[in-house]
């Protein structure tokens, strides 16, 4: 918040301001503000625990008091809980304050158990530094304390010590506030109250690690750190995760060199301090057993660990091979999973080898037009009076953005206008839900936006589409079709892109994307399944287990002769590669990261890689070295340099290789449009039903997986239908059943979802036990199966 | 199967009915689970959960505040024992332990044909008529152990069923609010006029 001083002249007087006056110095504060809120910008600290800036004020634990001037003389206020006024006069450690607090925390410390010499909060423990600094020192409490069982599971992830917590309800008003999912809540009464789950029904949310860093206490743990460290052995640096593409900012912690914990931190344009869970514990993935530490080569009994020097060389003379066919006989895909640095060093080598054909998707996002259109900002979006969400499920994809959105329909005057083929996690909150068969959006989108009451809603001020793609199993123009119809209704309408891969946005723009007219990734693997290419590069990629279409990409491995990998780990496409190249995962290097909405900010390496693997863009210039081309990079900055200096989009970056928290904004102009189209509508026949096939946060991704905190969220395949659907059907929850199409089917139990509509089913992507891709067919513009009972 | 039962259903709908927000019905509505089995089950805190839109873990949050609701079986007559000042001078003691005999099961306990839970209870506030119990939260006054013993054969024969209803029947009237003297599913603050009922008597 900026805060204009209305003494200093030439300034209008800002109507905003309050005037207080803290431990004798004059504040300035804005009207409505909280005394505790002004007083942090002071040097005078106020002791606190319930209170925390992002959520609302309860006044819990009363830790907080101060006194306030009145006319009858000094009165004792939470100033978590008293708004500021103009002439205030508050004072933070008179001699009342100081016994008042003292006796605050005597009570609570009561019952606490004081073992902060094994608990894992012990060393950043709020109540033990305040204890230090705002306490008695000496408790009169003699007697027996409270027991209860120590740490209960209350999640598969969460810990909680009842005895430890000082019941100041972050936790509580966090899940229900701000992530929507009340699952803990208060129990009991008086001496016996405690913060519970329903019996016997976990804490699942998606969000529940924020709790365990905002709990003030070490009432809540998370599995993945108990008992790994200690606050005073911790190393630590600020970067951005790249799991998904919001770009959240997070603190790395490490000890001996091995990551033991991630922390959100709080900026005002994308992540308030908040992290999915997805985000916060997959970076177990990155000190798995599993992670390639060498080079590997092809040998007559399967992968052989080999030298940096055999395997550059190997994979250098595989190129070349192939380039004598042709620059079109090689192709690479992947690139979003690192640095813009990582991706410009591999699209410069690409380019000096006249490889044009090259996607950092995988036929599951949406063309890189989009980022060509108008856009708007994580911050704008949430800013807007209507909210289009025309994308997939957020809480599902891109979690943190879900809380951002969430909080604009919640807590401010946004509106969500929601286009979805089934519920979303934000249906709830929409302002109006509508749902569409798919493929018929671009009807429905025409028809709602239509009505009267959208036009007024569409008239109130600012709009912004949130444009993804929510279906794997239709064609992406059916998306495109839509948002035609919707920027024909509102011109002005802004673009928020959804794409959901880590740094695709980055990648995009530093070309790896298809040049020159090539195909996409779907183009790449019909021609290699056709036989017309001989090398394929994966840089970060796993297309047969990612692309939804198995045959196909199954297809094109057979016919392409050699594959060269660059990964961390062994997975299903580099099995039977030719060369595999071990990378430097996320927090073993350093260089930026662009989100969805544009926004450049720091990666920052903070352990030594594994093994002898080495960040993508090394990897670039050594093998470009092998090729006989010299990318003429020899350090990370030179690299950095380079980029800002011939991508138009970085120069906002350049010459500023210290780059602040929030980061800075890509340029960008809109320079596409989206035009309407008409739309042939595919009819379904009334026995089938058309799917939707989307991912979800756990599902069976490399680093999902491969963490052993989350391994075990991730559900099993399933197929959900409507309740009256599934009468249909003639089953009930939970029996297999075998789902078809033409000559191909798989058998998966079916379970009742109301959030399906009649006619659609619903199949999660990419979870475990069955392979639903077999279904799937990316050349048809839907997909209709039939479900039937097993014989 | 201690999830709402159809008619209980009709009756919870009606009371949700009465209320601008749904959830304002959840103390209402976890009486009637408690009237339908005596206690509140998890299945039908469950159940309410979906009925007011609220997780279940809000429904417990909710009901655990309150003492007299229970959360496990209880007898068809629980019968509380004051045991504060008053009634602990007058023979409250002697009472307990006769009723323990008699019932066979410590304070606290159930009998095994589920007719009787015995409880300690703190102040009834009936201390001129010490001492005293509740069965089911309807007073007896100066009760002496042979009075208890006729008691206990009264329910036991069901001679006072009218007037002492099972566990978690409030009462045998069942409040009912015509739909037009409810509020109804409207949030307050969009409420502009006085109800019709009001025939203009109140301002809002």
Redesign the interface.
Same mark, same amino acid.
């Given at each position: 918040m900026t805060i204009v001083d209305p003494t200093a002249e030439n300034i209008v007087a800002d109507p905003n301001v309050v005037n207080i006056t803290i431990n004798d110095k004059p504040v300035l504060a804005r009207k409505g503000e909280l005394i505790i809120a002004a007083a942090d910008r002071t040097d005078d600290f106020i002791p606190r625990f319930c209170y925390h800036p992002r959520m609302s004020s309860v006044g819990m634990c009363r830790q907080c008091l101060v006194e306030v001037e009145t006319p009858r003389g000094p009165m004792m206020v939470v100033s978590c809980m008293t708004p500021v006024a103009e002439g205030q006069i508050v004072r933070t450690a008179t001699d009342t304050v100081k016994k008042a607090q003292e006796g605050v925390l005597e009570l609570l410390l009561a019952n606490h158990p004081l073992d902060c010499p094994v608990c894992d909060k012990g060393g950043e423990c709020p109540l033990q530094d305040q204890a230090f600094s705002h306490g008695p020192g000496e408790s009169r409490f003699v007697e027996e304390k409270r027991h209860y069982e120590k740490p209960i599971a209350i999640s598969e992830i969460v810990y909680l010590d009842r005895e430890r917590c000082i019941l100041c309800d972050r936790c509580t008003r966090f899940a229900d506030e701000v992530a929507g999912d009340p699952l803990i809540s208060f129990t009991s009464r008086g001496n016996d109250t405690q913060v519970m789950t329903f019996p016997e029904e976990p804490f699942s949310s998606y969000f529940s690690g924020n709790t365990v860093q905002i709990c003030p206490v070490g009432a809540l743990t998370a599995k993945p750190y108990r008992f790994k460290a200690r606050p005073w052995d911790i190393e630590q640096t600020e970067s951005t995760c790249t799991s998904c593409s919001v770009g959240c900012r997070v603190v790395v912690q490490s000890s001996r060199d091995e990551l033991v914990r991630f922390q959100g931190v709080d900026i005002d344009p994308v992540n308030w301090g908040w992290l999915c869970d997805r985000g916060r514990y997959n970076f177990e993935s990155v000190n798995s057993t599993e992670r390639l530490i060498a080079p590997l080569i092809k040998s007559d009994s399967g992968l052989a660990i080999t030298s940096w020097s055999v395997a550059l060389e190997s994979a250098a003379r595989i190129i070349r091979t192939a380039l004598n066919s042709g620059t079109d006989s090689v192709a690479i895909l992947g690139g979003a999973r690192g640095t813009n640095e990582d991706a410009f060093a591999w699209a410069s080598l690409a380019d000096q080898l006249g490889i044009t054909q090259r996607d950092s998707q995988l036929g599951d996002g949406l063309t890189p037009e989009i980022f060509n259109l108008a856009q708007a900002t994580i911050d704008e979006t949430c800013a807007a009076s209507t909210i289009i969400l025309l994308s997939p499920d957020l809480k599902e994809e891109l979690p943190v953005l879900y809380l951002r959105v969430r909080d604009a329909a919640q807590k401010r005057k946004s509106r969500i206008l929601e286009f979805s083929p089934r519920d979303s996690g934000l249906t709830p909150y929409a302002w109006r839900s509508v749902s569409f068969e798919p493929g018929r959006q671009a009807q429905v989108v025409r028809e709602t936006l239509e009505t009267q009451e959208m036009q007024e809603q569409i008239r109130l001020g600012e709009v912004v589409v949130v444009l993804g793609r929510a279906n794997l199993a239709e064609n992406e123009s059916f998306t495109l079709h839509a948002l035609g119809e919707i920027l024909h209704a509102i011109p002005n309408a802004k673009i928020l892109p959804v794409l959901r891969r880590g740094n695709v946005r980055g990648a995009v723009a530093v070309g790896f994307t298809p040049q020159k007219n090539s195909g996409d990734a779907i183009d790449i693997l019909t021609k290699a399944a056709a036989g017309k290419i001989e090398c394929l590069i994966l840089l970060g990629a796993d297309p047969l287990a990612d692309v939804a279409d198995s045959d196909l990409v199954a297809r094109a491995f057979n016919r392409t002769r050699s594959v060269i990998s660059i990964d961390t780990f062994i997975n299903s496409s580099n099995r039977n590669a030719d060369v595999v190249l071990p990378a430097a995962a996320f927090t073993e290097k350093t260089g930026t990261t662009t989100n969805l909405e544009g926004r450049i900010s720091n990666v920052t390496q903070q352990i030594t890689p594994r093994g002898t693997s080495r960040p993508d863009w090394m990897i670039a210039t050594e093998l470009g070295l092998s090729l006989g081309i010299d990318l003429e990079v020899s350090s990370l900055d030179e690299l950095h340099q380079k980029m800002t200096s011939s991508i138009a989009e970085f120069s906002s970056c350049a010459n500023n290789p210290v780059i602040n928290s929030d980061g800075v904004l890509i340029v960008n102009e809109a320079s596409a449009t989206i035009s309407r189209a008409s739309v042939v509508l595919v009819d379904r026949n009334s026995y089938s039903y058309r799917l939707i096939v989307s991912r979800t946060m756990y599902d069976n991704a490399q680093s999902t997986k491969t963490s052993p905190s989350l391994v075990g969220i991730i559900t099993k395949s399933a197929i959900y239908v409507n309740p009256l659907d599934l009468a249909r059907i003639g089953v009930v929850d939970g029996t297999n059943i075998r789902v078809g199409i033409d000559d191909k089917s798989i058998v998966l139990p079916v379970n009742a979802h109301s959030g399906v509509h009649r006619g659609t089913a619903w199949l999660p992507y990419n979870h475990t036990s069955v392979d639903i891709r077999p279904l799937l067919d990316i050349t048809s513009d839907v997909v209709d199966v039939r479900i039937e009972q097993l014989r | 199967m201690s999830r709402l039962t159809d008619k209980n259903s009709v009756i919870a709908k009606e009371i949700i009915a009465r209320y601008p927000r749904q959830k304002s019905a959840l103390i209402p509505l976890l009486h009637l689970a408690q009237e339908q089995t005596g206690y509140i089950s998890?299945e039908a805190?469950?159940h309410l959960g979906e009925l007011v839109g609220? =997780?279940?873990? $809000?429904? #417990?949050? =909710?009901a =655990?505040? #309150? $003492?007299m609701f229970r959360f496990e079986p209880i007898g068809k007559y629980l019968v509380n024992i004051c045991g504060t000042m008053s009634c602990a001078l007058l023979g409250a003691h002697e009472l307990m332990h006769h009723a323990e005999k008699r019932l066979g099961v410590k304070a606290g306990g159930t009998t095994q044909d589920g007719m009787f839970t015995l409880a300690h209870a703190e102040c009834q506030a009936a201390c001129t008529e010490a001492p005293c119990l509740q069965v089911n939260y309807r007073y007896r006054l100066r009760v002496s152990t042979t009075d208890l013993d006729k008691l206990i054969d009264d329910l036991e024969a069901g001679k006072l069923s009218e007037e002492i209803p099972a566990h978690g029947v409030l009462a045998k009237v069942r409040q009912h609010i015509a739909p037009d003297r409810a509020v109804g599913a409207v949030a307050p603050e969009l409420v502009s006029e006085a109800p019709a009922w009001l025939n203009g008597k109140a301002a809002l």
């Open positions: - | 998890r805190m469950v609220v =997780t279940s873990a $809000e429904v #417990y949050g =909710t =655990t505040f #309150y $003492e």
